[in-house]
């Protein structure tokens, strides 16, 4: 593998810590369910690609679905059968190849995972193995990009692109609805995010800035070590540049966001 391609691997130091990474706080995580029940529809069967440790197949038992999840990584899915639980199906298996029948589910959710993978193969599948008339949800964690983390999140992403000597960067959260779209999903609203949940937390610059270059932030393990060290270079002279404390503590929004479309009737 070339120094600079980028390596989605999900191992056991990452299963251990993911829930830590990307995991929302306790009084947010039953709003987050509850929002996503409520497009699915009670008692509703879904699948989710990418089950991960669950921090949103839990939150949907939690709210009356029940829920297939699906995951290549045997340690992500082993983090997950410690919380096992009513309502919870897994398996192990490549979400690129999805090995379920035609119609199977009430619907499908996908939140931090289509950035891994061929995004069309994914939501071309859901859309025959979620009935006609079901749900496809796409969602994700929204950070304020006004704020110090987003400003700094988005020199991130500006910096991999510019210094990677090849990559093929993840598609966004508007080149996924555009996919779903143009392979028959009909969307709600446009396909325009609507917010499960919205809520504030406090960061410093250096906390972001170490985040990263520990690799213990979801999106600076899968880069390798070369390119990690000279996005680190640019991102500490930015930083440096823009908040004289890097220690001092700062508000920042964050909410989870969701897209909605429906799977054509047959």
Request: glycine share 10%.
């Amino acid at each position: 593998m070339a120094s600079d391609q980028l390596d989605y691997r999900f191992d056991r130091r990452v299963a251990g810590s993911y829930d830590a990474l990307r995991g929302h706080p306790a009084a947010v995580t039953p709003a987050i369910g509850e929002a996503l029940a409520r497009e699915l529809g009670t008692g509703a069967q879904v699948l989710e690609p990418g089950v991960g440790t669950g921090r949103i197949a839990l939150p949907l038992i939690g709210a009356g679905c029940e829920v297939t999840g699906i995951d290549l990584s045997s340690e992500m899915l082993a983090a997950l059968a410690g919380q096992a639980r009513a309502g919870l199906r897994l398996v192990r298996g490549d979400i690129t190849r999805l090995p379920f029948a035609d119609s199977a589910f009430d619907g499908a959710v996908c939140v931090h995972v289509l950035h891994l993978v061929d995004a069309q193969t994914v939501l071309a599948q859901l859309l025959s193995l979620v009935r006609p008339g079901g749900t496809i949800i796409l969602g994700r964690d929204w950070v304020d990009p006004a704020s110090f983390a987003g400003r700094l999140r988005n020199a991130f992403r500006q910096a991999v692109v510019d210094l990677a000597e090849s990559v093929d960067f993840p598609t966004g959260a508007r080149g996924l609805v555009q996919t779903l779209v143009g392979l028959g999903g009909e969307p709600v609203d446009n396909g325009e995010e609507r917010t499960a949940v919205e809520w504030e937390t406090t960061l410093s610059p250096a906390q972001v800035l170490d985040g990263i270059r520990s690799r213990d932030d979801a999106e600076s393990w899968v880069l390798p070590d070369p390119l990690l060290a000279r996005v680190m270079a640019r991102l500490d002279a930015e930083a440096a540049a823009s908040w004289p404390d890097l220690e001092a503590p700062q508000p920042v929004t964050r909410r989870f966001v969701y897209s909605l479309f429906r799977v054509p009737a047959a």
